[in-house]
């Protein structure tokens, strides 16, 4: 069965620094998500992609985010100066089209320190 | 701004007992409902969904999950758990017919099942 892969499955970093997290969403599928879940709290929202541009964000989703569909596999989140408060697990999910369900990604957590 | 929240942050059940995991939401306008599961050191999967229909949903595994548009509610039930259902369990709403489809999760209820 098809299925969303990311990497690294663990980053550590200095704040300040850029990180790049990939994924590779399912092969048919148009529409590309970042969600992120800090340690005991909700999985949130960042941003949804289709047609390679942004179709919505959140209010999460500062001018330190941006997310690039590279080539026609890979879809990636960059956060170019990192803070300690980005510390979280950054899951990616994609899906066939907006109605249907969103197929997640194991997640990479990502460390500040 | 839409919310939704799960009632229940930990549960803890014995085998064979039935499991009834809360969900609210808040939003005036017509929502797709999702129940996602995280077994533990997996990605989130979906347990089943709602977007239309018959309110009562059946998903995988032997769960199921009722629609109250009056409550605003989508509570997931399972007659009877297993050990194996040990996992946190995520309720979402998606607006319907939106451009995006953007999931908004709640908290998540960690259901710990024990043999």
């Known amino acids: 069965e098809p299925e969303v892969t990311q990497t690294p499955s663990h980053q550590v970093t200095q704040m300040g620094q850029e990180v790049i997290l990939r994924c590779v969403p399912i092969s048919n599928h148009l529409y590309f998500y970042w969600y992120r879940q800090i340690l005991g709290q909700k999985v949130e929202f960042l941003v949804s992609?289709?047609?390679?541009?942004?179709?919505?964000k959140s209010e999460i989703f500062d001018d330190q985010f941006s997310v690039e569909r590279p080539d026609g596999s890979n879809f990636t989140l960059k956060i170019r100066s990192t803070k300690l408060e980005d510390s979280a697990m950054y899951f990616c999910?994609?899906?066939?089209?907006?109605?249907?369900?969103?197929?997640f990604g194991p997640g990479t957590r990502l460390t500040v320190l | 701004a839409q919310s939704v929240s799960q009632h229940n942050h930990h549960v803890i059940l014995s085998e064979a007992a039935s499991l009834e995991l809360g969900c609210n939401y808040s939003y005036g306008g017509t929502v797709n409902l999702f129940w996602y599961v995280q077994y533990p050191g997996q990605h989130l999967q979906l347990l089943l969904k709602y977007f239309s229909g018959d309110p009562l949903v059946k998903g995988i595994k032997g769960f199921e999950a009722e629609f109250i548009k009056s409550k605003f509610s989508f509570n997931l039930r399972k007659p009877s758990v297993q050990w194996s259902d040990t996992a946190e369990y995520f309720c979402?709403?998606?607006?319907?017919?939106?451009?995006?489809?953007?999931?908004?999760f709640g908290t998540g209820t960690l259901l710990a099942v024990q043999p």
């Open positions: 992609f289709y047609n390679n541009e942004i179709s919505e």
């Open positions: 979402a709403v998606s607006l319907y017919g939106g451009a995006t489809n953007k999931l908004i």
């Open positions: 999910a994609s899906s066939e089209r907006p109605s249907n369900e969103q197929f």
